[in-house]
Nanobody
Framework: QVQLVESGGGLVQAGGSLRLSCAGS????????MGWFRQGPGKEREFVAA????????YYADSVKGRFTISRDNAKSTVYLQMNSLKPEDTAVYYC???????????????WGQGTQVTVSS
């Protein structure tokens, strides 16, 4: 099973940008669909974005559409989440996930990273 490690979180002012990275181990990374989820304080884990195995299909939550972009580089076994025009309500721990196909449900995904904190100040 693929191992995932997120990086790139931090503190940013509202309106700013961050790019999260998720590095996967193993030679089968390119066969996985990849997703980003987030969990804010006192909230359930929610879908943010996902991308299929070769990157030609992407999916976004309505709350981030037009502001966030998911991409992947299979040669580097890495998936990215570019986050622009950040809002205080984007504050959460962000997790990347991997599985055979895309789902909006967190319970579908079998492999998870440890998470990276994103804090957006107003």
């Amino acid at each position: 099973q693929v191992q995932l490690v997120e990086s790139g979180g931090g503190l940013v002012q509202a309106g700013g940008s961050l790019r999260l990275s998720c590095a996967g181990s193993g030679r089968t990374f390119s066969s996985y669909a990849m997703g980003w989820f987030r969990q804010g304080p006192g909230k359930e884990r929610e879908f943010v974005a996902a991308i299929n195995w070769d990157g030609d299909k992407t999916y976004y939550a309505d709350s981030v559409k037009g502001r966030f972009t998911i991409s992947r580089d299979n040669a580097k076994s890495t998936v990215y989440l570019q986050m622009n025009s950040l809002k205080p309500e984007d504050t959460a721990v962000y997790y990347c996930a991997a599985d055979s196909s895309v789902s909006y449900s967190s319970s579908w995904w079998s492999a998870w990273g440890q998470g990276t904190q994103v804090t957006v100040s107003s």
